[in-house]
């Protein structure tokens, strides 16, 4: 199983909501990552969690905050976001903790679009 | 040095034809190599990959090849298909517990029938 599950697919929220993405995986993976896309654009990396605990933030405004409850799930938890902020958000996983380079699993996505 | 240099931007081919697309980078620390297709909506897909110690990996139509030297790496569809047409994304990857996949630009495709 190389499944990464993220829910919702898609959400609208308003700018002063609180929401939350959830991400799953039962790869035993040991590293976690929430990416944003825009349309046409790569993944830009947000944050990565490695062996439950958070080991890059890429300088991301404190609106968004990642949680990793356990090796399995992570998630983003947002707050008072920006019209700006509407985009795909992506996690993925990958074994981590290696001394060589291993795939990165991604899920489908959450589209995200703030009102 | 942690860019990731893609191109073309965009690729029309015909049915059957072999595109080529391009990366290039800078940081001789990046060790692993991946390939990601994307369709409109849904998050990119590992296609393939491939370690600075080969020079060349198949996996069934697709193709990368590998230049160590002149840090240069491409991905070629075979006999390509309409059902190929997505944006393709190559990366650099650290490895390491911090490792971060840096992406190209990425290429979108089309393959005409």
């Known amino acids: 199983d190389t499944e990464v599950t993220q829910t919702p697919k898609h959400l609208v929220m308003g700018m002063t909501n609180k929401k939350s993405l959830k991400c799953e995986q039962h790869?035993?993976?040991?590293?976690m990552y929430w990416y944003k896309q825009k349309a046409k654009k790569p993944p830009e990396l947000m944050f990565v969690?490695?062996?439950?605990?958070?080991?890059i933030n890429e300088s991301v405004p404190s609106r968004f905050s990642p949680e990793c409850p356990n090796s399995s799930l992570l998630n983003l938890h947002l707050h008072a976001l920006q019209p700006e902020d509407s985009a795909l958000y992506l996690c993925?996983?990958?074994?981590?903790?290696?001394?060589?380079?291993?795939?990165?699993?991604f899920g489908q996505g959450t589209r995200l679009t703030v009102v | 040095q942690q860019q990731v240099k893609q191109s073309p931007q965009s690729l029309i081919v015909q049915k059957g034809g072999i595109p080529i697309i391009n990366c290039a980078y800078e940081?001789?620390?990046?060790?692993?190599f991946p390939w990601y297709q994307q369709f409109p909506g849904k998050g990119p897909a590992l296609l393939i990959a491939?370690?600075?110690?080969?020079s060349e990996k198949k996996e069934g139509r697709f193709t990368i090849s590998f230049n160590k030297s002149a840090k240069q790496f491409s991905l070629h569809i075979m006999d390509s298909q309409p059902g190929d047409s997505a944006t393709y994304f190559c990366?650099?990857?650290?490895?390491?517990?911090?490792?971060?996949?840096?992406f190209g630009q990425g290429t979108t495709l089309q393959v005409k029938p």
């Open positions: 993925a996983s990958s074994q981590g903790g290696s001394p060589v380079g291993t795939e990165a699993f």
């Open positions: 790869m035993g993976h040991r590293a």
């Open positions: 969690y490695s062996y439950e605990k958070l080991s």
């Open positions: 940081n001789t620390a990046f060790d692993y």
């Open positions: 491939i370690r600075p110690d080969v």
């Open positions: 990366a650099a990857y650290i490895s390491g517990n911090t490792g971060k996949l840096i």
